[in-house]
């Protein structure tokens, strides 16, 4: 089920349900070993797949087609992929949509790169017939702690329509927050888009040193979404215990679904897309990278 690569730099695991990485231990030049991608606290369990299959086994990153709650986060968040290639230097695995999806397939290509603590990977779909969908990739983080390192005066929304600067997010209680900072003070569950995200993010881990940096294509995934999980959810397999952070780059409107962001809604109302299109038989290629360093 699990596929490994180590390399000078780390170690990486590949599970063949959902395609997904992690864990992953990344290995800093100083020597120190350190592991940002959370692995849920019921990983080991027996969870109802018959409730919802996404939360089985549910660890480190994923894509995402199409992205939302509505649809599970696609299909292949909750199947188990082909490998088709699984060698000391990359793992491809694949998955076949349902004949009646408007997807064909996705191929999933996941390379460390052998010179340095980082991870290359690569999302390849395969398109059946002309649709537009949201999409949406899915690094989740652990408990952290971290700082979320983009300008205070970075424009994000909420469901509810609000616009307001990352640094001073209105809270239904009438307080202000710094979204930055991660976990919150209190339980809560949490997402918030961060609008027109330029293709990068540094999430910094002042506790153990270190940064986590992901970059992406911004012409595909425009938004970069928040997901802050801090023992707000209380139903099963979550019982309050669980903090994770997603930090997602999206063409999406939230995790709405097909429905919200083919449709009018705020986010594409200020012209930011919130779908990607897709022509039947070609293909679409997006990569993106995770990397690690120290900091002082």
Not at 21 to 49: C, I, M, N, T, Y
């Amino acid at each position: 089920m699990t596929h490994t690569i180590g390399w000078d730099h780390g170690l990486l695991a590949v599970d063949r349900f959902g395609g997904r990485l992690g864990p992953v231990l990344f290995v800093l030049p100083d020597g120190r070993q350190v592991a940002p991608l959370a692995v849920a606290p019921w990983f080991s369990e027996k969870v109802d797949l018959s409730l919802t299959p996404l939360f089985h086994r549910l660890r480190g990153e994923w894509p995402c087609v199409p992205f939302g709650k509505d649809v599970s986060h696609g299909y292949s968040a909750s199947q188990e992929w082909d490998v088709l290639e699984a060698s000391d230097s990359r793992i491809r695995l694949a998955i076949a949509y349902p004949d009646a999806h408007p997807i064909r397939r996705l191929e999933r290509i996941i390379r460390p790169l052998p010179d340095r603590p980082a991870i290359d990977l690569e999302l390849i779909i395969d398109t059946r017939e002309d649709c537009r969908l949201p999409v949406g990739l899915h690094p989740t983080l652990g408990a952290g702690p971290w700082f979320i390192d983009l300008p205070p005066e970075t424009s994000v929304a909420t469901p509810n329509s609000i616009i307001a600067p990352i640094a001073s997010v209105p809270t239904s209680d009438g307080a202000f927050i710094d979204a930055r900072h991660f976990p919150p003070d209190v339980p809560t569950e949490e997402l918030l888009q961060v609008l027109e995200a330029n293709g990068r993010v540094g999430l910094i881990n002042k506790g153990e040193g270190y940064r986590l940096d992901l970059t992406w294509n911004e012409a595909h995934f425009p938004s970069l979404l928040l997901w802050i999980s801090h023992r707000g959810l209380m139903m099963p397999p979550w019982n309050g215990r669980t903090t994770m952070l997603g930090v997602e780059p999206v063409c999406s409107a939230f995790d709405l679904g097909t429905t919200v962001a083919q449709g009018d809604n705020p986010i594409k109302d200020r012209g930011i897309a919130t779908t990607l299109a897709f022509r039947a038989g070609e293909t679409f290629r997006t990569q993106y990278r995770l990397a690690a360093q120290p900091i002082q």
